[in-house]
């Protein structure tokens, strides 16, 4: 099938293609947000590493092609199943496994490490003359990340020894090889049942099939960042309830039946409390997410 975007949003990196980045001592940033695209881990208390800030970057308010093409698998197959299994099946179709140092080149420079945002991977696809993007683990496991969010899932970013990829919640998928618990994510305790049922998502080969875990990570010891734009209106009620009332008071109440479906949107939540306290840090906000400037 090809997907063909109708309907541009934003675009990486600056608002435009191709990206721009800038070089600040021995490490190159993009612009206008700032990410180390040479390190996955924070360089300072200052300073964003990619590890998982580049997902972000492709999700609202900055959503382009990656995560339009994730709501395309979510409008053209109703089966959860089956578009779990499509999007891996063109992921592996239009990229390509490459090492950093062959195929990035920055002022003549070869970069021993890069990363590249899932936006800037859909500009490398042309379905037209079956153009691939080619990245490696973690350039393949962010274009996931956002496919898998924008069709509905649940998403987390694995960071394990020399390796990224990702993790899907869907703990009803028969075929997986091991179903991983990455402790109470999504704001728990209130989301408890988030907590189980997560597959791995292995792309960076052409024939690993959904839910399969490589064996050299079957024994854990790697970390799991889950990437979310909503919040359990539930944790929204505890935070308030918390602050007028406590136990044994008649507002306080741990089995509220808040519906399980009713959710907010995060950054419109961030919008909001930045309209009434005017003093609302961007630290208050998940790991790597950040407003445009």
Known sequence: ???????????????????????????????PWGVNRNSAYNGSINEKGYVPTLAYE??????????????????NYPSKYQRAEAILRWVQKWTQYGYDSDYVTMDGEPQEEWAWNPDEMMHLID???????????????FLCAVLYMGAGFGVAIVDAQDHVA??????????ANMYWNIGEAYFAP????????????????????LGWTPPEFIHGGWE????TLEIDMRIIYGIINGLFSHPGSPKYNPDYDFNDDARINIYELYKAMQYFTKWMPLRFLPSGFETPK
């Open 1 to 31: 099938m090809i997907f063909s975007v109708t309907c541009v949003v934003a675009s990486p990196s600056g608002g435009q293609w191709p990206a721009k980045f800038e070089k600040k001592g021995e490490w190159w940033y993009d612009k």
């Open 58 to 75: 492709s999700t609202h308010p900055n959503i382009e092609q990656a995560y339009l093409m994730g709501k395309w698998f979510e409008s």
């Open 127 to 141: 379905t037209s003359i079956s153009a691939l993007a080619i990245g490696d683990c973690e350039d393949i496991a």
């Open 166 to 175: 990702l993790l899907i919640h869907f703990p009803e998928y028969p075929k």
């Open 190 to 209: 209130q989301q408890v049942l988030k907590s189980y049922g997560w597959i791995w998502v292995e792309a960076t080969g052409d024939n690993n099939p």
């Open 224 to 227: 799991a960042h889950p990437l």
